[in-house]
Every structure is written in structure tokens, then in C-alpha cells.
């Protein structure tokens, strides 16, 4: 008999005892951060702000784990890890489900770690928490998804997610990391490479961006350029007007996910890209270098980039 699929949005099962993966009685703590990064990049201390613009560090956000869920988290954990120290040629050559699982459990680990603050506040007020239908529906698939680390699950058709991996000529002690939980957007810059990734998407943002990505292909990036490409992603993610839906059919023990179709409207898969607003994204990513929006726009026509013309 088959262990039946946790939904933790459907009772809003967060609590610090409930497993944040299968829904059983959880005894282990996990960093939402690896450990080996947390101490390879210094990490312990880093400021993070929530998005109750509570400030916390790397090494304060943690997860509720159960035994069963421990070990292939930690069998994940170290596959990844291997190949990030390895670097650029390792992560390449990585299995696809498996890095979206990493990232995933990256993201719905910063999500998980909301949601269980916001519960804790509202109560304390007296309050019953709540948020939007669209996020709850894109984080529930988001943990369904994730949850091929502890069953067998089959992703059929379209893989719900772009995932791109590029090779950074970055400095050696280099981290870089974002996510935005509403578009579910990610980066990461370490090493000698950098990927980002959109991982409810369906693939669109392999087309959507596909001039770029031909242009940069079998290039060494620069750092700017590789925050450049991220900073397109991390907008267009925004502009991205569907709500994903999946069919999820669970038969024979086996979990299968297929995408449905994305254009069953007339109206475009992306909104308008606005120069103005995504200069203000892109000065945001290129912070480390001093540009301003101003110096971005100039030419509304042209903004400014680094990436080699196509």
C-alpha cells in the first residue's frame, strides 16, 4: 500500500513537529542552507530580511525532517554539493530532476519558514492566516513536485521548469544567491559557474529568452554579464501572466505530474517588458558595480548590457 500524499495547504500542516516533506512526526532539525555552504562562504552570520522584513541569517532558518526524509535529502545534499565544489563541468552534467530538486528544496524551505512565521504571528494577534489563492495553488504544486525526493514520481511531457547553468569567470570566494518566492525565480553564482532558474514555468523561458542564450553559448561569463542574464530572467519571471496547472494522478505507487498547456488563451504567455522597470531590476542585480537606473536607460531603446550583440 502506497504512503498517501502530504498536502500540507489543504489543513496549512506546518507546525514544528509535522515533517515539511512527508507529513509525519518529525525528530531531526535541517538547514534550509546547507551546512557545507553555510561554513564555506562564511555564511553563519549573513543577514537575510523576510518578507516581514525580519532579519534573520543563513543559519537560523531551518525545517521540521523526519527520519525517513533524512536520508535522501542528505543522499541529495551530498550529490549536489560534490558537484558544486567540483564546479562548472560537474554541475553541467548534473541530472536536471535533481537539480531542480535542490533548488526546490531551497525555495519551499524559505517559503515553509514564511509560512510557518506568519502563522506564529497571526496567531498571536488572533488573527487566522491566510494568502492568495494563486500562491497557495503554486506552492502546493511546488512541494508535489519535491516530493520525488521521498516517492516515485514522473514528470510526463513539458518539465515544469527552465534551468540554465553558465560558466562564470568569478572571483574564488564568490556566492551570490537569490530567489523571489512569488515568481519562484533563483539564482546562484559560486565557484566557476552560475545558474538560474524559473521552476514553475513549463520551459517558457527557454523560448523567451532564447536569443540571449544563443548569443552567450559556449562563453565564459563575466560576472556582470552572468548577473545581466539573471536579472532578465528574474523580470520576465514577473511578466509571466499564466498560472501553471498540472494534472497529478497517483496510480500503481508511482506519482505522475504532467503539465497542461500554457496558450489556451489569445492573450501572449509574457506581459509587455518595460525598459524603465526592468533597468530597476537590472541596477538592483548590478549593485556590486555602482550603475545607476539613469546610466541604464539612457537610450530607452538600447539599455545598457554587456552581452555580446546578436
Not at 101 to 118: D, L, M, N, P, T
Not at 190 to 218: P, T, W
Not at 273 to 296: A, C, D, H, R, S
Request: hydrophobic share 40%; net charge negative; proline share 5%.
Amino acid at each position: 500500500m502506497s504512503t498517501p500524499i502530504f498536502r500540507p495547504f489543504d489543513h496549512f500542516d506546518f507546525g514544528d513537529k509535522t515533517c515539511f516533506l512527508t507529513g509525519s512526526p518529525a525528530g531531526k532539525q535541517l538547514s534550509v542552507f546547507p551546512e557545507w555552504m553555510i561554513k564555506q562562504f562564511g555564511l553563519e552570520n549573513k543577514p537575510l530580511k523576510m518578507l516581514d522584513e525580519q532579519i534573520v541569517t543563513y543559519s537560523d532558518l531551518w525545517l521540521p525532517v523526519s527520519e525517513e526524509a533524512l536520508l535522501p535529502l542528505n543522499q541529495l545534499e551530498e550529490e549536489i554539493s560534490r558537484a558544486f565544489i567540483s564546479g562548472y563541468e560537474a554541475v553541467k552534467e548534473l541530472d536536471r530532476v535533481r537539480l531542480f530538486q535542490w533548488i526546490a528544496k531551497q525555495v519551499y524551505g524559505i517559503i515553509h519558514y514564511e509560512i510557518r512565521s506568519g502563522i506564529r504571528q497571526q496567531k498571536a494577534i488572533g488573527e487566522q492566516f491566510n494568502f492568495s489563492q494563486a500562491l497557495m495553488l503554486k506552492f502546493s504544486n511546488l512541494h508535489l513536485m519535491l516530493q520525488s525526493l521521498v516517492r516515485p514520481v514522473e514528470f510526463e511531457g513539458v518539465l515544469p521548469w527552465t534551468i540554465c547553468v553558465f560558466p562564470v569567470s568569478n572571483a574564488s570566494d564568490a556566492f551570490v544567491y537569490r530567489d523571489e518566492i512569488n515568481t519562484l525565480a533563483f539564482s546562484l553564482r559560486m565557484a566557476d559557474f552560475g545558474l538560474v532558474a524559473c521552476i514553475q514555468d513549463n520551459g517558457e523561458s527557454y523560448n523567451y529568452h532564447r536569443k540571449v542564450l544563443e548569443q552567450v553559448d559556449g562563453l565564459k561569463l563575466d560576472e556582470i554579464q552572468f548577473e545581466e542574464i539573471s536579472s532578465r530572467f528574474f523580470y520576465s519571471a514577473y511578466l509571466f501572466n499564466r498560472l501553471p496547472e498540472y494534472s497529478f494522478l497517483a496510480t500503481g505507487g508511482v506519482l505522475y505530474i504532467e503539465a497542461m498547456p500554457l496558450r489556451l488563451s489569445s492573450k501572449p504567455v509574457y506581459d509587455e517588458w518595460q525598459v524603465k522597470t526592468y533597468g530597476q531590476v537590472l541596477e538592483n542585480f548590478w549593485k556590486p558595480w555602482g550603475y545607476t537606473l539613469f546610466e541604464i536607460i539612457k537610450d530607452p531603446e538600447n539599455p545598457m548590457s554587456f552581452l555580446p550583440e546578436g
